[in-house]
């Protein structure tokens, strides 16, 4: 279970930090040490379980919500890839499913 995890961690680190040597060495060292510092947990061991899960969150934040910029100039360029998690203003929603209004209107209303 927790080496799929760890795979997945190193794979997201690969394409979240591609072309950036110096950060992508210590984003590789940081979970390396984050993983370290758990292998001492027993398979049986309640706290394993949501250890995992905290990596494979990471996976998802790393693959889906960091995005390289680069400066060109007087402008930055993107690298936005396949995994990147996409939307507008009118997608963004409040944690209780609760669309957002502005001025007592929605995005959609303007």
Partial sequence: MALPAYRSLLRA????????ERVLTAARASIREGFLANASLEPTNPELPGAIKHAE???A????????????????????H???ERGDNDTVKFPNGQTVKIDGKMCSDR
């Fill in 61 to 80: 934040i790393l693959r889906q919500n960091i995005v390289q910029g680069k400066k060109e100039g007087d402008r930055y360029r993107l690298r936005i």
């Fill in 82 to 84: 396949e995994d990147t």
């Fill in 57 to 59: 969150e990471i996976a």
């Fill in 13 to 20: 680190a690969r394409i979240a930090f591609q072309g950036d």
